[in-house]
């Protein structure tokens, strides 16, 4: 049975390219969260009490399963 061909430099060049995208996308979230956060305590600085406190995601109770008796 004949070896197959492997292509090991197409296989790093796909490698470097896939590291660098990657790079960008980390450094592009890195920037974005920055100007988030600097918006946020820009906002919070001037409006102190401005922003309502919210609840965790799941934090209510859920009614499904309990038996409500009612005489």
């Known amino acids: 049975m004949p ?4 292509d090991k430099e197409r296989i790093d060049r796909a490698d470097r390219v896939a590291r660098l995208v990657l790079e960008a996308e980390r450094q592009h979230r890195e920037v974005k969260t920055a ?4 918006e946020r305590l820009a906002f919070e600085g001037s409006n102190p009490k401005a922003l309502p406190q919210t ?5 209510q109770k859920s009614s499904i ?6 005489d």
């Open 3 to 6: 070896k197959r061909f492997v």
């Open 35 to 38: 100007r988030l956060r600097a």
């Open 55 to 59: 609840r965790k995601p799941g934090s």
């Open 65 to 70: 399963g309990k038996t409500v008796e009612v």
